[in-house]
Nanobody, 124 residues
Framework: QVQLVESGGGLVQAGGSLRLSCAAS????????MGWFRQAPGKEREFVAN????????TYADSVKGRFTISRDNAKNTVGLQMNILKPEDTAIYYC?????????????????WGQGTQVTVSS
């Protein structure tokens, strides 16, 4: 069992930065790949970024590539998402998720545990 709690969301102007953090509890955190997803109003939830169990492999959605950076600290059971050069279209609820295995995946169905989400709003 893994419990996830996101923090760090808020309101920021376009071009600004935010850092999201996800705190995990449970013994299996370091054995799982982790991901960030987001859901904008009226849209389906979409993949943002993922990271393998050891942090060596990361993947990003094309829409955030070069602006967002995912990281993890297995000693502290945390996953971070540094978001730079934010755009109004980045406005969404951001969710942290724990994958079923060590392999990073973009497929939402392969994530077993989800946080409650944190709101990110980017004003123009």
């Amino acid at each position: 069992q893994v419990q996830l709690v996101e923090s760090g969301g808020g309101l920021v102007q376009a071009g600004g930065s935010l850092r999201l953090s996800c705190a995990a509890s449970g013994r299996s955190f370091s054995n799982r790949a982790m991901g960030w997803f987001r859901q904008a109003p009226g849209k389906e939830r979409e993949f943002v970024a993922n990271i393998s169990w050891n942090g060596e492999t990361t993947t990003y959605a094309d829409s955030v590539k070069g602006r967002f950076t995912i990281s993890r600290d297995n000693a502290k059971n945390t996953v971070g998402l540094q978001m730079n050069i934010l755009k109004p279209e980045d406005t969404a609820i951001y969710y942290c998720a724990a994958a079923r295995s060590t392999l990073a995946t973009t497929r939402e169905g392969r994530y077993d545990y989800w946080g409650q989400g944190t709101q990110v709003t980017v004003s123009s």
